[in-house]
Each structure stands twice: as C-alpha cells, then as structure tokens.
C-alpha cells in the first residue's frame, strides 16, 4: 500500500502562481511513474502532466503547456508542479497518481491516488 499526500494549494490571483508538493511514502519511489490530475467542480477529472520514473520524460495537457513545469525529486520521495501564469479556468481539486514502470515512460494509467489539494484562482 503506497500513500501520497499533496500540499500547497490555497487561494491566488489570475496571473500569480502556485508550487504543490506530493509526497510519496515506501521506499520504491524511484520506480513510479508519476502524474498530476484535477477535478473541477461538475467536471470529469482531467490529466495535467506525467513525468517519468527518473524525470527524464515530461509530458504535458495542451491546457498547461508553458505555464506548468512538473518534476520530482526521489531523494525526497516527493513530486512537484509549478503553476505560473495562472487562471481561473485552472481553479480544481489537484490530485497526485503513480504507478509502478519498469520502463523510464510516462504512464497512462496510475495505481494510486492522492486526497487532492484544492487551487483556487480569483479574476
């Protein structure tokens, strides 16, 4: 059983930015691929970005593109995203996934989910 719990979400201005942290427990963080989701209210959740297990590969929704930078850190069992530019259309529940790969990839599919943490951003 892995756990992930996200942090640093809170309330900002169009235009301001963000950084969340997911924190990752056990001792195989290195061989995750890992993601970042969000659910909007009334919405179906929607991918952000994926890094691979060693960060070597991002991917990111053309929605984020430029604005968003995805990373991790596996000394520290932590993934992040850095959210600059934002906008109210970015306002969601923010969620962290991974997913055990063998292969340095970014996944499609992820076995575990992080509680969220909400982005709020005021026009």
């Known amino acids: 059983q892995v756990q992930l719990v996200e942090s640093g979400g809170g309330l900002v201005q169009a235009g301001g930015s963000l950084r969340l942290s997911c924190v990752v427990s056990g001792r195989t963080f290195n061989t995750y691929a890992m993601g970042w989701f969000r659910q909007a209210p009334g919405k179906e959740r929607e991918f952000v970005a994926g890094?691979?297990?060693?960060?070597?590969?991002?991917r990111y929704a053309d929605s984020v593109k430029g604005r968003f930078t995805i990373s991790r850190d596996n000394a520290k069992n932590t993934l992040y995203v850095q959210m600059n530019s934002l906008k109210p259309e970015d306002t969601a529940v923010y969620y962290c996934?991974?997913?055990?790969?063998?292969?340095?990839?970014?996944?499609?599919?992820?076995?575990?989910w992080g509680q969220g943490t909400q982005v709020t951003v005021s026009s």
């Open positions: 996934a991974a997913r055990p790969s063998q292969s340095e990839i970014v996944a499609t599919t992820y076995d575990y």
């Open positions: 890094i691979s297990k060693t960060g070597g590969i991002t």
